[in-house]
């Protein structure tokens, strides 16, 4: 089995995040990347380089003027008297309730701050000097390992660094820039007239949820902490079933604080279940490791073996499958977590 990664995706360097209200060192950094490279290639995985790609396979899912802000909005900061290194606004803009999550369109100001307050969700994504060239990067990682699948390959890993699944059609957020396991969804939707993507990350994927909200043909379903005082905190809830079309292919698991190995198993098991009786041809899963007790945004007890044990259920779904990097900030979690799910999920799967 592959894995896909390129060295760019280290460019994406940057130096401060905001949390409860201090401005710390970024969670989301390049040594999750070398870390995870170890982990995969010790559960047997097989590193391979990303092709360029041009842009159409994010364009297919990303606002074109989103993706131009992201390309300039760094060199345009600098320009800004007494600038800081990075970019982070200091102005967020407003956005009206609408069920289906309709994309904005562009915003009037033209001036750095407005646009990068119209695009940037929170101070968690924070836009360095590498960092469009990183994302980038990572989503031709996703294109690669789809293509991959798309060409014969059970199943293939992209390596997706900085991550995607808080990345809206036009916003980033929650570290991430480019939304890789939509990208990879669109891609397969060409083969598979219904795709499922299964996120299993701590967090609530809200990008994912929002850009298929309102679709039919891309099932989301996700296990992830009770929102209600955690973050994505607006977005994740039960009652979050999709809009128009799109109305009963949502499914939110949401967790309470202090779920166990059984309740996280259990809750993926019924995730599989229900992109089966869907009728899923194809699968993505937003794979993190942040559930895991040791990292330091967990508010959940699950445990190494849970990851052995969600990598057997996932390896005995027998569809064409891309399996995306998302989250995971503790190195000794995400590891362990990553190897243990990789090991079981190949030894099941045959691949
Ligand atoms: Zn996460």
Known sequence: MKFFFSETQMLHQPTQYMVHGKLIHAFENPNRATTLINALQNAGLARHEPPASDLGPVLAIHADHYVDFLRVAHQDFMALPNHGPEVLPNIHAYRGADAAFTPRGKPRPTGIIGRAGWYV??????????????????????????????????????????????????????????????????????????????????????????????????????????????????????????????????????????????????????????????????????????????DPLSKLTVTTAAYSRIGELYGRVDLPTVIIQEGGYSLEAVGAAAEAFMTAYRATRGC
């Not at 973050?231 to 292919?249: L, M, Q, V």
């Open 121 to 294: 969700g929170d101070l968690s994504a924070v836009i360095a000097e590498g960092t469009y060239a990183s994302s980038i990067a990572s989503a031709e990682g996703a294109i690669a390992a789809t293509r991959a699948v798309m060409g014969g390959d059970a199943a293939a890993f992209a390596l997706c660094r900085p991550p995607g699944h808080h990345a809206y059609v036009d916003r980033a957020s929650g570290f991430c820039f480019l939304n890789n396991a939509a990208i990879a969804a669109q891609m397969l939707r060409a083969e598979a007239k219904k795709v499922a993507i299964l996120d299993f990350d701590t967090h609530h994927g809200d990008g994912t949820q929002a850009i298929f909200y309102a679709r039919e043909d891309v099932f989301f379903g996700s296990v992830h902490t009770d929102p209600s005082a955690y973050y994505p905190h607006y977005i994740g809830y039960a009652d979050e079933t999709g809009a128009g079309a799109g109305e009963g292919h949502n499914l939110n698991l949401p967790l309470s604080y202090g779920a166990d190995d059984d309740t996280f198993v259990e809750a993926n098991r019924r995730l599989i279940d229900e992109a089966r009786k869907r009728g899923a041809e194809a699968l993505v899963l937003s794979a993190g490791w942040d559930a895991h007790h040791l």
